[in-house]
């Protein structure tokens, strides 16, 4: 079965970088154009989509409130999509979880930007 599993999350400054990966099983990226996203979803707050990359294409789309400082990508000889995030900002402290379409979900990875 399709298994999503997170990595790479922690606390950094304002300003700093992270870069998270999602481990993907139970499917081959190349087989297919899947759409492969990352949301956000912060304490008392809604789930924000944050950015899509299809696997075997590598189209690539991001939310406005991002798009000039993170980079989605992929590997797919590792069946893997990274989010490399730069000048983090303390509002986007949230749990970050990579995402099959819409369908099937990992259990999420905790970004905390805190100085």
């Known amino acids: 079965q399709v298994q999503l599993v997170e990595s790479g999350g922690g606390l950094v400054q304002p300003g700093e970088s992270l870069r998270l990966s999602c481990a993907a099983s139970?499917?081959?990226?190349?087989?297919?154009?899947?759409?492969m996203n990352w949301f956000r979803q912060a304490p008392g707050k809604e789930r924000e989509w944050v950015a899509q990359?299809?696997?075997?294409?590598?189209?690539?789309d991001y939310a406005q409130s991002v798009k000039d400082r993170f980079t989605i990508s992929k590997d797919n000889a590792k069946n893997t999509v990274y989010l490399q995030m730069r000048n983090l900002k303390p509002e986007e402290t949230a749990a970050y979880y990579c995402?099959?379409?819409?369908?099937?979900w990992g259990q999420g990875t905790q970004v905390t930007v805190s100085s």
């Open positions: 139970g499917f081959t990226f190349s087989d297919s154009d899947y759409e």
């Open positions: 995402a099959l379409g819409s369908t099937y």
């Open positions: 990359i299809s696997t075997r294409l590598g189209r690539r």
